[in-house]
């Protein structure tokens, strides 16, 4: 794709353009200077299928440490997966060349911290312009004006073009990161954590502005987030992950209305109330995740599970549909 | 447009702020030092123009000059036929009394310049081949300009490129690459020089070499060790999504951020490498006479110190001192100015 | 849970008024907290929130005397502690009631705790300070004080070292630390910021339980009001170094009057229900070395008047027990 015109990546709202299907990450842990052998494996992403959909939003919830970032960076290229496999348009991204080739220029993403993910040394209408430069075959008047373009886009204005990064709030960095990401109209674009690293009063305008850039645009989302309300907000689908897996992926509102696996109550019950009058259950979990070195067996979550039964110790759950695009993975369904 | 324009006035700092913070730049700036490094520029850069007289040729007869403010040291001396051997001199023979005064008799008495005035043509005096020391410590000043920018230019090049190599790809390459920077600090180079140049000749490329040899490992070390902390940037991880190779991640992104680090390393090197050079002229393997090194003047001047004749090796050995001292400062200077952590407590 | 009016009787163990700390910058004198006034009474819990730099955590260091002098000072006003000003004592008084009268646990668990003692020494070396007691009780108070912070096993962990514990263990050593002589004020500074959802929940509950156990006053410094709904009895809402909204926290929740507080509370997300679109406050915060002479909210505010340029609004009473420094009330 060599062009500046987006009508043709224009897809229906709903359409699956994406799809993870049983991916694995295992990160060797080495011992030993000279000779290293491999001593066991940590199971950072264990076995996760979900899709994006053109003009939605995926959420990932999940403790830190679950996985979320390593699924993000296998999302997008930057880490192998172990197994499995990402299906872009129906081809396997890792098999193809030219699958790939589209997808690069088709998958972009904004990370949590603004001040690392601008590079400091170069003018905003370089790092916007960017990803244009190294996919697109366009003259330099017409990179900057669709740089100008951009900065409309985000709030910003030409004014700020020739600026470098440290001359901006976080908030105004975010910005930035969001009008580069958009830069060659991707159809999909991962969002780690983007507004956790900003002041409350930001966060807001950050996630306003994801949304009218995703009406806009029609660009899929997939919002890693720790914060549920946040997510409630933003998606239209939400997947719980613990330790490395997927534990249950439902759409948002029955996600909210109907928590169904023992984590995912347990989570609801820890955020903080939107209301001092709000009544929560207390469930409160005893211990902390487990090392994902070597996870309890059985179902992952039965040491803090409150619902655990005797076969939970023994037996691993396997994914159940519940309802119409609602899984989970646990015996009690 | 969709997005709401809120929260997006940057007020670009104004220019009284900006003058300020220049203010306190050139407060903290090392006037001296940089003072004296400009005059060594200057000095190589303009050595033709500047130095009075050719560094390389001398009149005989001129030798041993002391500097223009110290007067000569007169003696009387009786004139006689022929000198026995061993006698003390306290005596001239007929044949040089006559050079100085043609009327000249045996057993006169004679007065004798046993070394001559300082002149105002030889501002900082001559050597014992007549050449003057001024304009022999100024075009020595662009030998080791000339062997600072060449080192630094090569050496520096196959440092960063290691160094590069080294902490981007990590594994096997780094491990190699370091094993060799350890083996370089374990060699004796001087050695190896010396070696060198006995069996090939003096030349000024087998300095250049060595220097070389002795500077890439420092660059190595510290471009790799900016290259582990710069790949993990967020930056680094955006650039790749957005699908660039990597050399364009490491020229565009990666290399850039080290360059404070490396106008530090050089500034410092420098330092070293003009101490090495002179070292090695001294050691006589360095640059080849007659071309002006500071090295092998103050070797020329060594066994006249014994008689008097300081000026030879004292001001190429100044000239030394000054330009590594200024270094040096100027170096540590550079180094909590561009040094981020350190900027931030101003 | 006990709200503000049924506290209105209680003794007022610590009393903050008109205080006022200033630093000396380049730029000029920076009012990062200028004119503050609450009181806090035994067993409450006292939310102070505010977006990035209002000056909350200069609050919090001046509680305790913990100001940098220079470029630091506080420049008027008095912190009654049990019945003593604070603000005028000496150093080595402070010291004394640092950690025994008023106690801080931070932000920052990783730079709270010293990387090189094991935590048993770190909590016995709090409880030395302050109490005179022969060794053997001061290593028995120390585990005492760890298992009420719930370190399972405290008698094996006392010898384990920062490093080798989770943040969330960490940062309830750095609790544990702080109650352990028994202050009557604990502050504490974003103290769950770094810590996972249900780990924060833990903690949240501890501190509870803690300060229903000895009747402990708390102060929580946050920005986030789902913490505040959670644990506070009463809010005091700062924006540019001042209180702009104090209340019990059914008055800032139910009944928000100053114009920054309603904005704050319609910009976050919601747990509850379904929100179409979040309020989103434009501009910046003015520099704090630079306020404007009226409403230091003016340029941000959605209803902002001619006089609230011209004037700074006095602080005036909503209701009983609930003020707020806006013209628009009346
Ligand atoms: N040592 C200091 N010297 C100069 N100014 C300071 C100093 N400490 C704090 N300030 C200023 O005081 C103001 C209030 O800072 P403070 O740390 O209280 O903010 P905060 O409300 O705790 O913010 P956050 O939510 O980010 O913790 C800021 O403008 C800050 O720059
Ligand atoms: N490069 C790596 N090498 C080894 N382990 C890693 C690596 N990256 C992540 N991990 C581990 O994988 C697990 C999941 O990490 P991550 O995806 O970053 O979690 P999060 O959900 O907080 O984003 C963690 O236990 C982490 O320590
Ligand atoms: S499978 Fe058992 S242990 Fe796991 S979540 Fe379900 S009930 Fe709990
Ligand atoms: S005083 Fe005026 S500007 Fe300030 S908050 Fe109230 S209405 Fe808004
Ligand atoms: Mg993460
Ligand atoms: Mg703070």
């Known amino acids: 794709m060599t062009t500046i015109d987006s009508s043709e990546t224009k897809a229906e709202r709903g359409q699956v353009l994406l799809e993870a299907k049983n991916l694995k990450k295992y990160f060797p842990v080495t011992k030993g200077l000279l000779i290293s052998r491999t001593t066991g494996h940590i199971k950072a992403v264990d076995d996760i299928s979900f899709a994006l959909r053109a003009g939605e939003t995926l959420g990932v919830v999940g403790e830190s440490g679950c996985g979320k970032s390593t699924t993000a960076k296998m999302m997008l290229m930057l880490e192998e997966p172990t197994e499995g496999s990402i299906l872009f348009e129906g081809g396997d991204v890792h098999n193809s060349a030219a699958v790939r080739k589209s997808y690069r220029s088709s998958v972009q993403a904004v990370f949590q911290d603004p001040w690392s993910s601008l590079n400091p040394r170069m003018r905003v209408k370089d790092i916007i312009a960017e990803p244009m430069v190294i996919n697109w075959n366009i003259t330099k008047a017409e990179q900057q004006e669709r740089v100008m373009k951009l900065l409309n886009d985000v709030g910003l204005n030409e004014y700020h073009s020739n600026l470098f990064p440290h001359e901006f709030s976080g908030g105004q960095r975010q910005r930035l990161a969001i009008a580069r990401a958009l830069a060659l109209n991707p159809r999909v674009i991962v969002l780690d954590e983007p507004v956790s690293a900003l002041d409350v009063s930001i966060r807001a305008q950050i996630m306003n502005l994801l949304k009218d850039l995703q009406e806009t645009y029609n660009v899929a989302y997939m919002l890693i987030a720790h914060d549920l309300a946040t997510v409630r907000y933003m998606c239209t689908w939400v997947a719980v992950m613990y330790l490395g897996q997927i534990v249950e992926l439902s759409p948002v509102q029955e996600l909210f209305n109907n928590p169904s696996h023992p984590y995912t109550k347990a989570l609801m019950s820890a955020a903080l109330p939107s209301h001092p009058d709000t009544e929560q259950e207390e469930i409160i979990l005893q211990g902390e995740v487990p090392s994902p070195l070597n996870p309890p067996p059985g179902c992952y979550f039965h040491p803090r599970c409150p619902a655990a039964m005797d076969r939970c110790s023994v037996d691993t759950p396997v994914v159940k549909e519940i309802s119409e695009g609602h899984t989970l993975t646990c015996h009690l369904f | ?346 | ?330």
């Open chain 3, 1 to 330: 849970m006990v709200t503000a009016d049924t506290r209105i009787d209680t003794e007022v163990v610590l009393s903050v008024d008109d205080l006022r700390t200033h630093f000396t910058t380049r730029w000029g004198t920076v009012k990062a907290v200028d004119g503050i006034s609450f009181d806090l009474r035994r067993g409450e819990t006292l939310g102070i929130v505010g977006e990035s730099g209002c000056g909350k955590s200069v609050t919090m260091l001046s509680l305790m005397r913990l100001i940098p002098i220079p470029p630091g000072k506080i420049v008027s006003g008095s912190i009654v502690l049990d019945g003593e000003d604070i603000v005028p004592i000496s150093e080595q008084e402070m010291a004394k009631i640092r950690g025994s009268k008023i106690a801080l646990i931070i932000q920052d668990p990783m730079t709270s705790l010293n990387p090189v003692f094991s935590i048993g020494d770190q909590v016995e070396e709090a409880i030395k300070i302050h109490q005179d007691i022969p060794k053997r009780s001061i290593t028995d108070r120390a585990l005492e004080v760890l298992r009420k912070v719930n370190i399972p096993a405290a008698e094996s962990r006392v010898k384990d070292y920062p490093h080798q514990m989770s943040g969330g263990m960490r940062q309830r050593v750095v609790g544990a630390i702080g109650i352990s002589c028994q202050p009557q004020v604990l502050i504490a500074d974003e103290p769950t910021t770094s810590l996972d959802v249900t780990i924060q929940a833990q903690y949240l509950k501890l501190l509870k339980d803690i300060q229903k156990e000895s009747d402990l006053s708390i102060i929580f410094i946050t920005h986030d009001f789902g913490i505040v709904a959670k644990m506070c009895d009463r809010v005091a809402v700062m924006y540019a170094g001042r209180i702009v909204e104090h209340g019990s926290v059914r008055d800032i929740f139910n009944n928000p009057s100053h114009p920054y507080t309603e904005a704050l509370l319609a910009s976050v997300p919601r747990m509850d229900r379904v929100v179409d679109r979040l309020y989103s406050i434009e501009g910046q915060p003015p520099p704090l070395h630079d306020l404007p002479v009226g409403c230091a909210f003016a340029n941000r505010c959605p209803v902002v008047m001619d006089k609230c340029i011209e004037t700074y609004p006095e602080i005036k009473a909503v209701s009983d027990g609930h003020t707020a420094a806006c013209w628009k009330v009346e």
């Open chain 2, 1 to 346: 447009m969709a997005a709401d324009l809120s929260g997006i006035v940057v007020a670009p700092p104004t220019t009284k702020e900006r003058a300020a913070a220049v203010y306190r730049k050139i407060r903290r700036l090392p006037l001296i030092p940089v003072f004296l490094l400009s005059l060594v520029v200057i000095a190589g850069v303009f050595a033709p123009i500047l130095a009075p007289h050719d560094p390389e040729k001398g009149e005989l007869k001129e030798r041993n000059i002391p500097p223009a403010w110290s007067g000569g040291v007169k003696s009387v001396k009786i004139v006689v036929e022929r000198m026995s051997i061993n006698q003390r001199t306290t005596s001239v023979t007929l044949a040089d009394a006559l050079k100085i005064d043609p009327a000249a008799q045996i057993d006169d008495e004679i007065e004798v310049f046993s070394r001559p005035e300082g002149t105002t043509k030889f501002l900082l005096g001559t050597d014992h081949l007549g050449r003057d020391v001024l304009s022999r410590v100024i075009y020595g000043a662009r030998i080791s300009l000339l062997v600072s920018i060449v080192t630094l230019a090569v050496g520096g090049t196959i440092g960063v490129t290691m160094g590069l190599a080294a902490g981007w790809y990590g594994g096997m390459v780094d491990e190699t690459l370091m094993r060799l920077v350890d083996i370089k600090l374990a060699i004796p180079l001087i050695l190896i020089a010396l070696v060198l140049v006995i069996t090939l000749g003096q030349s000024l490329w087998i300095i250049v070499t060595v220097l070389c040899l002795f500077i890439w490992p420092r660059f190595a070390r510290q471009v790799r060790g900016e290259v582990l902390q710069l790949k993990h940037m967020d930056y680094v991880s955006l650039a790749k999504v957005s699908g660039a190779s990597t050399a364009r991640i490491l020229f565009i992104h990666i290399f850039p951020g080290t360059i404070n680090t490396l106008i530090v390393v050089a500034t410092l090197q420098v330092g070293i490498v003009i101490l090495l050079e002179s070292t090695l002229s001294f050691l006589g393997a360095g640059v080849p006479p007659p071309t002006p090194a500071w090295g092998s003047m103050v070797s020329d001047g060594r066994d006249k110190l014994a008689g008097g004749v300081w000026w030879i090796s004292t001001f190429p050995g100044v000239a030394i001192m000054v330009t590594v001292m200024s270094l040096n400062l100027f170096g540590d200077w550079l180094r909590d100015t561009l040094d981020p952590r350190l900027r931030q407590l101003e």
